[in-house]
């Protein structure tokens, strides 16, 4: 069960952390110490009807009354409108139905909008190829990447002052940019697979080991992931004008890292075009989290219970 709630919370502004994955959640109490989360459990899907069931469970053990707890949540997806349901997921979860159960309103974010408060204090990383560190300017922006086997996704940290705001997006759908003939003959087996050509297909379909405009393995595959994923990066850093850096997280990431792949990485990163002067200024960091997006829906409530 953890630590007593009194030592981990402020006990004036109880909350709930929730990560909601495809195939169930992982519950956390936040921390005085902003990242900083304790009595982490997981409940599967298969568990719990739905998610009220499963967050009710989780506040019992705990000692908590639900009705006066916050709830700080992350879904893996989109977040539109007052319905939710994760993606590949089995709940339903309705912002009426959380209001009716937990105090105040609930905070919901898409799971890399959570991963992007995690680096909302510019945590320091491992330097990919080329680039400075992270700015340490008090305003600017920075974005994070994430890719990992459930998905791609990007997200900006837009900082003015003491004060951040999170930029959610759905990026990892972006068509994916053809540079030569090799691209061509990867988008045009995607599209006879899924209909469409996004960055997230095609890495998906290499990590599945599909054949592509040809069959990829060992070196020259994560070669081909560097490549792809520095790309995607690079769009992710001019589309939001994150110019003070983005941090790369998530399995995916690692595996470039493991393979001393990042000056790969950053030649397709900066690329070959006119906006080339520009990308080798913008540090690129991999961020490794101890408890994913919890760590940051963590920080999300340390901020507002400041406000």
């Not at 890399?112 to 510019?122: E, G, K």
């Not at 769009?235 to 470039?256: M, N, P, Q």
Request: glycine letters at 12%.
């Amino acid at each position: 069960m953890g630590q007593p709630v009194g030592v981990i919370m402020d006990e004036r502004n109880p909350a709930i952390l929730a990560s909601v994955g495809s195939t169930g959640v992982e519950f956390a109490l936040p921390s005085s110490r902003a990242g900083d989360v304790h009595g982490i459990e997981r409940i599967d899907a298969k568990e719990c009807p739905t998610f009220t069931d499963a967050l009710m469970r989780f506040a019992r053990q705990h000692g908590l009354a639900l009705r006066d707890c916050r709830l700080f949540m992350s879904i893996a997806g989109a977040i539109n409108g007052s319905t939710f349901r994760p993606t590949n997921g089995r709940w339903f979860i309705t912002l009426s139905g959380l209001r009716a159960v937990t105090a105040g309103e609930p905070m919901i974010v898409n799971d890399v909008a959570a991963i992007a408060w995690a680096t909302a204090d510019r945590p320091a990383g491992v330097a990919f190829g080329s680039g400075s560190g992270i700015a340490s300017a008090r305003e600017g922006r920075h974005a994070i990447a994430s890719a990992w086997r459930g998905g791609l996704g990007a997200a900006c940290v837009d900082r003015t002052g003491d004060r951040a705001t999170v930029i959610s997006s759905e990026a990892g759908h972006t068509p994916f940019a053809i540079h030569d003939e090799d691209d061509w003959s990867m988008a045009q087996a995607c599209i006879a697979r899924h209909g469409d050509a996004s960055y997230e297909r095609i890495l998906f379909d290499m990590m599945d080991g599909q054949m592509l405009h040809r069959r990829l393995e060992g070196a020259e595959l994560l070669d081909r992931f560097a490549v792809v994923l520095g790309r995607y990066v690079a769009e992710v850093a001019l589309t939001f004008a994150a110019f003070d850096g983005v941090y790369l997280s998530g399995s995916l990431f690692e595996r470039i890292v493991q393979a001393g792949l990042g000056d790969t990485f950053r030649i397709a990163f900066e690329g070959r075009g006119k906006l080339k002067p520009i990308l080798q200024q913008v540090p690129t960091l991999y961020f490794a989290l101890t408890n994913g997006s919890l760590n940051g829906l963590s920080i999300l409530y340390n901020r507002s219970s400041r406000r």
